[in-house]
C-alpha cells in the first residue's frame, strides 16, 4: 500500500482529486468506482471546480457506486442516488445513462443485488475511491464478511447506524439494509484509493496499516491488492 499523509481534509480532497482528474484525462473513458459519505465530499468539489476550469470532462466517464440503502426512494435527501447527483453528477458533465448504483428502493433486494454483481461482472473499474468504517468497513462490508464476498444485502451493524445518524433526524431513520459491492467486487478495481480524514478515523487507520489480515476488519483485505493508495491527514495518522 502506498501511504500519502497529508495535514488536512483540504490537502486530503486536492490529492484525491488530481489523483481522479489525472486518470480521466489519461482515460476519457475511465469507469470510476466511488464512495459517498462525508469523506469524499471535498474531492467531488475539486472535481466540480476542475470540470468548471475545463480541465477535465467526465462525458464518457462511467461510474459505479458502492453502495445504497434499502428502502429508501432515490429522491429521499439520504439516499446515495440523491447524494450523487447533487454532490456531483449535476454539476459535471456525465451523461446519466452511464452512472450505476444497485437500486435499493425497488421490492426484491436480492433479485437488485444479483443485478448489480452481473454489471459489476461486464464492467472493470479503473479505480475505486473508497471511504473507511470506524469499525473498518470498506464499501457497507461489516465485520466479519468474507473476503470472497460478491454484491449482497447487508444488515447494518449497529455502529454503522449510530455513526451515519448524524446525517438523519434519528437512529430510527436511518435504514436497517443496505445492498453494497462484496469485498470481492471491491477487489476486482485495476487501483484503489482509500481517504481517511479525522480523529474518528485514527484506530481504524492504524488497524489497516500496523495490523495483519483479517475479515474481522475488513478493509484489511485490501493487503491482498497490488494497487493501493491510502490517503490520510493529520488527525487519522494520528495513531501511527
Ligand atoms: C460510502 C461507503 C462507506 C463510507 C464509510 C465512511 O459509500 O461505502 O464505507 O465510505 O462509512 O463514511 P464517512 O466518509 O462518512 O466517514
Redesign the pocket.
Known amino acids: 500500500m502506498k501511504i500519502i499523509k497529508v495535514k488536512d481534509y483540504e490537502e486530503l480532497s486536492a490529492r484525491a482529486a488530481e489523483i481522479v482528474a489525472e486518470l480521466v484525462q489519461r482515460k476519457e473513458d475511465a469507469c470510476l468506482g466511488?464512495?459517498?459519505?462525508?469523506?469524499?465530499l471535498g474531492m467531488y468539489r475539486k472535481l466540480i471546480e476542475k470540470h468548471r476550469l475545463g480541465e477535465i470532462s467526465f462525458k464518457n466517464v462511467s461510474t459505479f457506486?458502492?453502495?445504497e440503502y434499502c428502502e429508501l426512494e432515490k429522491t429521499h435527501p439520504q439516499s446515495?442516488h440523491h447524494y450523487m447527483r447533487t454532490n456531483f453528477f449535476n454539476h459535471v458533465d456525465i451523461e446519466m445513462d452511464k452512472v450505476h448504483l444497485p437500486e435499493g428502493d425497488t421490492a426484491d433486494h436480492e433479485a437488485a443485488a444479483q443485478r448489480y454483481n452481473q454489471l459489476l461482472k461486464e464492467a472493470r473499474i479503473d479505480l475505486q475511491v473508497?471511504?473507511?468504517?470506524?469499525n473498518g468497513?470498506?464499501?457497507?462490508?461489516e465485520p466479519g464478511t468474507p473476503f470472497s464476498q460478491e454484491t449482497f444485502v447487508v444488515r447494518l451493524a449497529e455502529k454503522?447506524r449510530n455513526?451515519?445518524k448524524r446525517?438523519f433526524n434519528s437512529l430510527e431513520e436511518v435504514p436497517e439494509h443496505a445492498i453494497?459491492m462484496g469485498i470481492n467486487n471491491i477487489l476486482q478495481a485495476e487501483a484503489i484509493l482509500l481517504?481517511a480524514?479525522?480523529k474518528?478515523?485514527a484506530e481504524a487507520i492504524h488497524k489497516l496499516i500496523k495490523g495483519g489480515m483479517t475479515e474481522e476488519f475488513p478493509a484489511s483485505a485490501l493487503k491482498n491488492h497490488k494497487n493501493v493508495t491510502v490517503i490520510i491527514d493529520e488527525e487519522a495518522a494520528s495513531l501511527l
Request: hydrophobic share 30%; proline share 3%; no cysteine.
Open positions: 466511488l464512495a459517498t459519505g462525508g469523506t469524499p457506486n458502492l453502495d446515495y473508497l471511504g473507511i468504517g470506524s468497513h470498506i464499501g457497507f462490508n454503522t455513526d451515519n446525517f453494497t481517504l480524514s479525522g474518528s478515523k
